[in-house]
């Protein structure tokens, strides 16, 4: 079954492709903003230092943030799927172009992951797609966390974080937090994928999507088909806006 029939977007994609209002903070890799697919995308980089940059196309950063982004807000003329191009996107980069192999899974230091949180919030983002393993957490930056997902709670900032591809009953600091939405990945027939992370939280509050062989951006600046639970997550949250944004503009 086609991924946006079985999440039931294709409806909601007939009837809008999104607003400007609503502001999606993609907390991932750096993205290759020079994509064509991208080209009329409403694109904002939070990025400050080069390394959050994407300098390097074969890494696994820049794959991870260019395929998300393209999930979300390329030209539907070049990628149909794309489910809200017409959403401001808000680049903010955790994992460096340079520190991730080409099959590497991209991790983060909790604190680093608080900051970005801060920072997405601050330039005004509705909604948050975290993608991240996490790193070892002290007690300080496991606070600093936890008070990060508390900000975007008391703010209504809805959060919508990947469970994860380790094929274990896992849930970690982000996905615990009762503010998150965690989304695991599922095939054609709606089973859970065998590398798809599940956990309680999981179970209580979060949801099930297409993972199997989705199709997006590539930072080589063609398409390319991956698999996993970051890449079904992004249309979880950003749908809720854009359905929300859509219901309440004036009838022409």
Not at 41 to 64: F, K, Q
Not at 201 to 206: A, K, N, T
């Amino acid at each position: 079954m086609d991924p946006l029939q079985q999440l039931m977007l294709a409806t909601l994609m007939a009837e809008t492709s999104g607003s400007a209002q609503v502001v999606i903070g993609l907390i991932d890799g750096p993205v290759a903003k020079d994509h064509r697919g991208l080209a009329s995308a409403r694109l904002r980089e939070l990025a400050s230092t080069p390394n959050e940059r994407c300098s390097l196309s074969g890494s696994a950063a820049c794959r991870h943030g260019t395929a998300v982004a393209g999930m979300l807000c390329a030209s539907r003329q070049f990628l149909p799927s794309a489910i809200s191009p017409e959403c401001t996107l808000l680049v903010r980069p955790i994992f460096s172009a340079t520190g991730n192999e080409a099959g590497g899974v991209p991790n983060a230091e909790p604190e680093v992951l608080a900051s970005a949180i801060s920072d997405c919030i601050g330039a005004g983002a509705s909604v948050l797609n975290l993608s991240a393993s996490l790193g070892y957490a002290s007690r300080s930056a496991a606070d600093a966390l936890s008070e990060a997902l508390n900000y975007d709670a008391r703010r209504g900032v809805l959060v919508v974080a990947a469970a994860g591809n380790d094929g274990t009953i896992y849930s970690s600091a982000i996905t615990r937090h009762p503010w998150v939405i965690p989304v695991t990945a599922c095939g054609g027939a709606d089973v859970p994928l065998g590398t798809a992370n599940l956990s309680s939280s999981v179970g209580r509050r979060g949801l099930l999507a297409p993972g199997e062989r989705i199709t997006s951006l590539g930072p080589d600046g063609q398409l390319m088909t991956l698999s996993g639970t970051s890449f079904k997550q992004a249309g979880q949250g950003v749908a809720r806006r854009v359905a929300r944004a859509a219901r309440s503009r004036p009838s022409n």
